[in-house]
């Protein structure tokens, strides 16, 4: 937990800049200043920053991970006020879960995930990214996976941007599709499937 309020905090992208003390990170990153101290204090512990004599903190490679620019993207998946880290929260009902067959994401945060998602346009809009940014690794081995072409129309539920969609409408000129997502989502789908001049089969 303690990496994960390191990552919500972004701790990591302002020692990257500055060398800095619990105390004199306090204010930009709007914490009690003693609590973040023995925070960082732990994770100096634990490797993840460094501590000078001087009592200020640096980053270990381990910490690098935590910037935001990170190429492994840890930091948007730990944040516990991202859509990630609010569903990950959720897994501490996963017994409640098990027991009495209820989601627990509503147990934890009052109601469903999707529900939640479309209450914050910014969560919303980094899970729709996060999607999207799968579709391009696995979407030719699923057009290439299956005889596309033997079917009339297709329906993508959850098909998120349209990402998909455009490329098996692309690769099967006969054949026709629909998206099925959040309202919002939906509507980027259909914008992108229009730019992608596929709006009359789609």
Not at 76 to 82: G, H, R, V, Y
Not at 186 to 194: D, L, N, Q
Request: negative net charge.
């Amino acid at each position: 937990m303690a990496i994960r309020v390191a990552a919500t905090l972004r701790i990591a992208d302002r020692l990257a800049k500055t060398p800095s003390t619990g105390a004199e990170l306090a204010d930009a990153v709007a914490a009690d200043p003693g609590a973040l101290e023995r925070l960082m204090r732990y994770l100096a512990a634990r490797g993840v920053l460094g501590r000078g004599e001087d009592g200020r903190y640096t980053l270990t490679a381990l910490g690098e991970e935590l910037r935001d620019d990170h190429p492994a993207g840890m930091r948007a998946m730990l944040d516990i006020e991202s859509w990630e880290g609010r569903a990950e929260l959720s897994f501490a009902h996963l017994l409640h879960s098990v027991r009495t067959g209820e989601a627990a994401f509503p147990r934890q945060f009052g109601r469903s995930f999707w529900d939640d998602l479309a209450a914050d346009p910014a969560r919303a809009a980094a899970f729709d990214a996060r999607m999207a940014a799968e579709v391009p690794g696995r979407a030719p081995a699923i057009v290439a996976g299956y005889d596309w072409g033997s079917l009339r129309h297709l329906v993508d539920v959850g098909g998120g941007d349209g990402s998909l969609l455009i490329a098996l409408l692309t690769a099967y000129p006969a054949l026709r599709g629909t998206v099925v997502d959040q309202p919002d989502t939906a509507r980027t789908a259909a914008a992108a499937i229009a730019a992608a001049g596929l709006s009359g089969r789609a």
